[in-house]
């Protein structure tokens, strides 16, 4: 709910207007004129109200009493004058939120502690299961979780939206100390959520959104959502407190991966921030290695040594290297989009099922990952499903305009730094022995690649090592033809004329009408 600044002047004089109608009309006022100065929080009003003796506990549409907004305002004096009036403290709204609940939210630890002395119920719950402590977990006063358990609070309650905990919130929020006192009250560390429901969470008019934690997926522990968010601290609690290091979540994502997975695209032109939340991440995988994490393991379809390729983290490669991370492990699933998926749709798009770490780092241009898989024995030869084979991937071959090789959406008009890290990439390949003429399941060859970049280098590199300029693909294309006649590729037209014209001089086949 929005606090809305008012101006308590002009709220009186509207409220005695009220008043006055409203005696002339009924005889006396009732308790939801009470409610409603409590809500404006004008005390003139408040202090008639009550010395006129209203009733209390008179709910609104929504069943909120006086004590409701008072707790919401965070209002003591007027809170302990409604309870010596009467007031009830486990009053519920029509969502089941109580005045201890909104306490909570606002982590305030003085309402909080007079609510329970006034008889509030600690384990009371809103409808969607959500309690006063996961509120307070939430927030991260520690007083107020304190409290809260002392007074009865259920510490392994789940509400009912995701089946998360209060210590899985804590640990979200990074609230170090909440998430000790809950484990020092028996918090489970080993509590899972189920696997992932599309139902929508139901937002109350006070609490917001049931779930506090980004990116909420099935199979959950509070140690998946430390490494999902790089919160060392609390993942260093749990550990200590018996959770698995290796933990993973419903779709095989172990923590070690969540950890890379959700650190954010490193580009030429990052902000500022997602650098910040890159280096988070990368040092919470380095703190799983740490204790004992597995690189090898690839329940997701994937190993954490794919993920640090993808995600940049070049100075992680050698450490999950030296822990015994399989430099040829193979693709088993897409590796999640870094960004909006658009491809080549052109109905060739590589198919990346198969692929090793050093694939991909050959497709990113990734040249240093490149060369610290190679020493501990990656294969360069090894293709995916479809045989697209490394040198295909690092000419271009599933380069789309507008964006760069991470899937980062640019529109950048000079590409010149792909085209420069495409070169490296492709040249080490070369002398790795890939085959230059090797064609994938859609008859593309690494020259395909260079033209889609629309580079007379990289088509000048490839002809240089003996490139067959007038292979054809699967739709009977040539690279001449793509470069000169052009195809729609990514939802628009192109055309890429210095690479068809270096085509042509170099001897391509030119007797397709143009």
Same mark, same amino acid.
């Given at each position: 709910m929005t606090r809305i600044p008012v101006k308590t002047s002009a709220l009186s004089a509207a409220v005695a207007v009220f008043l006055l109608s409203a005696t002339d009309a009924h005889g006396a006022p009732d308790g939801r004129d009470l409610t409603e100065a409590v809500k404006a929080r004008d005390v003139q009003a408040v202090r008639e109200l009550l010395r006129q003796r209203v009733d209390v506990n008179t709910p609104l549409a929504d069943k909120t009493t006086p004590l409701h907004w008072a707790s919401h305002w965070d209002d003591l004096d007027t809170a302990t004058t409604l309870l010596r009036a009467g007031a009830r403290a486990n009053a519920a709204d029509d969502d089941g939120t109580t005045p201890l609940l909104l306490a909570s939210v606002n982590g305030s630890a003085p309402m909080v502690r007079m609510l329970l002395e006034a008889g509030a119920d600690a384990a009371l719950a809103r409808r969607t299961g959500v309690t006063p402590l996961m509120m307070a977990a939430r927030t991260g006063n520690v007083e107020v979780v304190r409290a809260l358990l002392d007074h009865g609070a259920a510490v392994n309650a789940r509400e009912s939206t995701h089946g998360q905990t209060a210590?899985?919130?804590?640990?979200?929020?990074?609230?170090?100390?909440?998430?000790?006192?809950?484990?020092?009250?028996? &918090?489970?560390?080993? &509590?899972?959520?189920? %696997?992932?429901?599309?139902?929508?969470?139901?937002?109350?008019?006070?609490?917001?959104?049931?779930?506090?934690?980004?990116?909420?997926?099935?199979?959950?522990?509070?140690?998946?959502?430390?490494?999902?968010?790089?919160?060392?601290? %609390?993942?260093?609690?749990?550990?200590?407190?018996?959770?698995?290091?290796?933990?993973?979540?419903? #779709?095989?994502?172990?923590?070690?991966?969540? &950890?890379? #997975?959700?650190?954010?695209?490193v580009s030429e032109r990052v902000a500022r921030n997602a650098l910040a939340s890159h280096a988070l991440q990368e040092a919470m995988a380095r703190f799983l290695l740490e204790r004992g994490a597995d690189p090898t393991l690839h329940g997701s379809g994937r190993t954490a040594l794919h993920s640090a390729v993808q995600r940049k983290m070049s100075r992680l490669v050698p450490l999950l290297l030296e822990r015994g991370a399989a430099p040829n492990a193979r693709l088993e699933r897409r590796l999640p989009s870094l960004s909006r998926d658009v491809g080549l749709q052109n109905g060739l798009d590589v198919n990346t099922i198969g692929a090793t770490p050093f694939w991909l780092a050959a497709s990113y241009g990734d040249v240093e990952s490149m060369r610290l898989l190679l020493k501990s024995g990656a294969d360069p030869t090894l293709s995916t499903s479809d045989h697209t084979t490394t040198r295909m991937v690092a000419a271009g071959l599933d380069f789309v305009d507008g964006e760069d090789k991470y899937g980062v959406r640019t529109f950048d008009q000079d590409i010149s730094h792909l085209v420069s890290r495409a070169r490296e990439a492709v040249a080490l390949c070369l002398d790795q022995?890939? #085959?230059?003429?090797?064609?994938?399941?859609?008859?593309?060859?690494?020259?395909?690649?260079?033209?889609?970049?629309?580079?007379?280098?990289?088509?000048?590199?490839?002809? #240089?090592?003996?490139?067959?300029?007038?292979?054809?693909?699967?739709?009977?294309?040539? %690279?001449?033809?793509?470069? &000169?006649i052009g195809e729609y590729r990514a939802g628009s037209f192109f055309t890429k004329k210095d690479a068809a014209d270096l085509l042509e001089q170099l001897g391509a086949d030119t007797s397709v009408p143009r």
């Amino acid at each position: 709910m929005t606090r809305i600044p008012v101006k308590t002047s002009a709220l009186s004089a509207a409220v005695a207007v009220f008043l006055l109608s409203a005696t002339d009309a009924h005889g006396a006022p009732d308790g939801r004129d009470l409610t409603e100065a409590v809500k404006a929080r004008d005390v003139q009003a408040v202090r008639e109200l009550l010395r006129q003796r209203v009733d209390v506990n008179t709910p609104l549409a929504d069943k909120t009493t006086p004590l409701h907004w008072a707790s919401h305002w965070d209002d003591l004096d007027t809170a302990t004058t409604l309870l010596r009036a009467g007031a009830r403290a486990n009053a519920a709204d029509d969502d089941g939120t109580t005045p201890l609940l909104l306490a909570s939210v606002n982590g305030s630890a003085p309402m909080v502690r007079m609510l329970l002395e006034a008889g509030a119920d600690a384990a009371l719950a809103r409808r969607t299961g959500v309690t006063p402590l996961m509120m307070a977990a939430r927030t991260g006063n520690v007083e107020v979780v304190r409290a809260l358990l002392d007074h009865g609070a259920a510490v392994n309650a789940r509400e009912s939206t995701h089946g998360q905990t209060a210590l899985m919130w804590a640990v979200a929020q990074n609230h170090t100390a909440s998430v000790q006192a809950l484990l020092d009250r028996g &918090a489970d560390v080993h &509590a899972r959520t189920p %696997p992932r429901r599309t139902r929508t969470a139901v937002s109350g008019q006070f609490a917001g959104s049931e779930c506090c934690l980004p990116n909420c997926v099935g199979g959950f522990t509070a140690l998946l959502f430390a490494a999902q968010q790089g919160h060392i601290e %609390p993942a260093r609690l749990l550990l200590a407190s018996g959770a698995d290091v290796n933990d993973t979540a419903a #779709d095989g994502s172990s923590a070690l991966v969540l &950890a890379i #997975d959700s650190a954010p695209v490193v580009s030429e032109r990052v902000a500022r921030n997602a650098l910040a939340s890159h280096a988070l991440q990368e040092a919470m995988a380095r703190f799983l290695l740490e204790r004992g994490a597995d690189p090898t393991l690839h329940g997701s379809g994937r190993t954490a040594l794919h993920s640090a390729v993808q995600r940049k983290m070049s100075r992680l490669v050698p450490l999950l290297l030296e822990r015994g991370a399989a430099p040829n492990a193979r693709l088993e699933r897409r590796l999640p989009s870094l960004s909006r998926d658009v491809g080549l749709q052109n109905g060739l798009d590589v198919n990346t099922i198969g692929a090793t770490p050093f694939w991909l780092a050959a497709s990113y241009g990734d040249v240093e990952s490149m060369r610290l898989l190679l020493k501990s024995g990656a294969d360069p030869t090894l293709s995916t499903s479809d045989h697209t084979t490394t040198r295909m991937v690092a000419a271009g071959l599933d380069f789309v305009d507008g964006e760069d090789k991470y899937g980062v959406r640019t529109f950048d008009q000079d590409i010149s730094h792909l085209v420069s890290r495409a070169r490296e990439a492709v040249a080490l390949c070369l002398d790795q022995g890939v #085959d230059v003429n090797g064609a994938n399941d859609n008859g593309q060859t690494a020259l395909f690649g260079a033209v889609y970049m629309g580079s007379p280098a990289l088509v000048q590199l490839l002809a #240089d090592h003996g490139a067959r300029l007038d292979a054809k693909n699967k739709k009977g294309q040539t %690279p001449w033809t793509v470069a &000169a006649i052009g195809e729609y590729r990514a939802g628009s037209f192109f055309t890429k004329k210095d690479a068809a014209d270096l085509l042509e001089q170099l001897g391509a086949d030119t007797s397709v009408p143009r």
